[in-house]
Antibody, heavy 122, light 106 residues
C-alpha cells in the first residue's frame, strides 16, 4: 500500500523558514516524481512544485520560485520542501503527492498524503 | 498559465441522480485533463486521468469525456458516498492548474 506521511508543519513568523518532510513507502520510490500541493482550508488546490524520480527535473510555481526548494533522498525514500521567506499567503495544508510517472511532465497526482499544516503569523 | 473553470460551483442532487460537472480550459489541452474527488477533511483522490481513463479501483459509475477545451465528469447514479468536492486539473503544461471545484451536495 502506498503511503506518504508529511511532517514539519507548524506556526512560523513571516519571513522565517520551515522545512517539510515526506516519508514514502509501498512503492519503488526512485521510479516516481513527487509533488507538493497546497490547500488553504476551505479553499481550492494549488500545485507548488515537483521533482522527478532522479532529481534531474524540478519545476516550481511562480508563487514560490526563489523561496522554496524541493529535494529528495532516494536512499531514505523521502522528499523535502525547504520554505524560506515565508509569507502569510503561504499559509496552507501542504500535501505530498506521488505522480503516476517518473517525470515532472503531464502531471497526474495519483497518491496523496494527509497533509501538514503551515501557519504563517506574527 | 492555463485557467481552468468548472461549472457549476455547486449543485444539489439526490441519490440515484445522474450528475454532470463541466470543466473548461483557457486553451487547448488536448486530453491532458484529470479529475479528483475530495471528501470533507480528507486528501483528494484521483478518479480520472487523461480525460477518460478510470483510475484503478474507481467504480465505473464515474466517467470522463472531452478534449481540447471542454471536458465533463459524469456520475451515472449518485451514491451517498459521492457527496464531495470535485476538481479538474490540467496536465498539459506547467504550472499544473486546478479548477475551483464543484461541491456536490444532497
Amino acid at each position: 500500500e502506498v503511503q506518504l506521511v508529511e511532517s514539519g508543519g507548524g506556526l512560523v513568523q513571516p519571513g522565517r523558514s520551515l522545512r517539510l518532510s515526506c516519508a514514502a513507502s509501498g512503492f519503488t520510490f526512485e521510479d516516481y516524481a513527487i509533488h507538493w500541493v497546497r490547500q488553504v482550508p476551505g479553499k481550492g488546490l494549488e500545485w507548488v512544485c515537483g521533482i522527478s524520480g532522479n532529481s534531474a527535473n524540478i519545476v516550481y510555481a511562480d508563487s514560490v520560485k526563489g523561496r522554496f526548494t524541493i529535494s529528495r533522498d532516494n536512499a531514505k525514500n523521502s522528499v523535502y520542501l525547504q520554505m524560506n521567506s515565508l509569507r502569510e499567503a503561504d499559509m496552507a495544508l501542504y500535501y505530498c503527492v506521488k505522480d503516476l510517472g517518473p517525470m515532472v511532465r503531464a502531471v497526474i497526482l495519483e497518491n496523496w498524503g494527509q497533509g501538514t499544516l503551515v501557519t504563517v503569523s506574527s | 498559465d492555463i485557467q481552468m473553470t468548472q461549472s457549476p460551483s455547486s449543485l444539489s442532487a439526490s441519490v440515484g441522480d445522474r450528475v454532470t460537472i463541466t470543466c473548461r480550459a483557457s486553451q487547448n489541452i488536448y486530453m491532458f485533463l484529470n479529475w479528483y474527488q475530495q471528501k470533507s477533511g480528507k486528501a483528494p483522490k484521483l478518479l480520472i486521468y487523461g480525460a477518460s481513463n478510470l483510475q484503478t479501483g474507481v467504480l465505473p459509475r464515474f466517467s470522463g469525456s472531452g478534449s481540447g477545451t471542454d471536458f465533463t465528469l459524469t456520475i451515472s447514479s449518485l451514491q451517498p458516498e459521492d457527496f464531495a468536492i470535485y476538481y479538474c486539473q490540467q496536465s498539459y503544461s506547467a504550472p499544473w492548474t486546478f479548477g475551483q471545484g464543484t461541491k456536490v451536495e444532497i
